[in-house]
């Protein structure tokens, strides 16, 4: 038998616990949207959490391997407002054989690596 997903707001959840709980993360709210940042750069777009928008992510992924696999997503997809070029993605949560938490986790990761400062990098290989 298939594991049940978890709900798209506690995976949501659980993805924004793990980005906080990386060096130098911080939570800030503009348009209203939560977004966690570091350096006061974003790594990722957590939308809202009141259910008025499908729950998703947005997580900036240079590896072309990691932001290939990202893309295969069902229905993941460049970030808009031109983020997408510069290769953001878009993952939404509440389609069917979304993205697991562990995963999610991995991908928030790696975008937070691509912009944190090199002391943050060597404190999260420490720990």
Not at 34 to 51: A, C, E, R
Request: charged share 25%; hydrophobic share 40%; with cysteine.
């Amino acid at each position: 038998m298939a594991k049940k997903q978890d709900d798209p707001l506690t995976v949501r959840e659980k993805v924004r616990e793990f980005a906080l709980g990386l060096p130098g993360a911080g939570e800030e709210f503009p348009w209203g949207e939560s977004v966690v940042k570091v350096n006061k750069k974003v790594f990722v777009f957590l939308g809202v959490d009141d259910g008025s928008y499908p729950a998703g992510i947005t997580v900036k992924l240079k590896t072309p391997e990691v932001h290939g696999h990202a893309m295969t997503s069902p229905g993941a997809q460049p970030a808009g407002y031109g983020l997408g070029k510069a290769g953001w993605v878009s993952i939404p949560l509440e389609e069917e054989g979304a993205p697991a938490v562990d995963l999610l986790c991995d991908w928030v990761e790696e975008s937070y690596r691509a912009i944190a400062p090199k002391k943050h990098i060597a404190e999260l290989d420490a720990s």
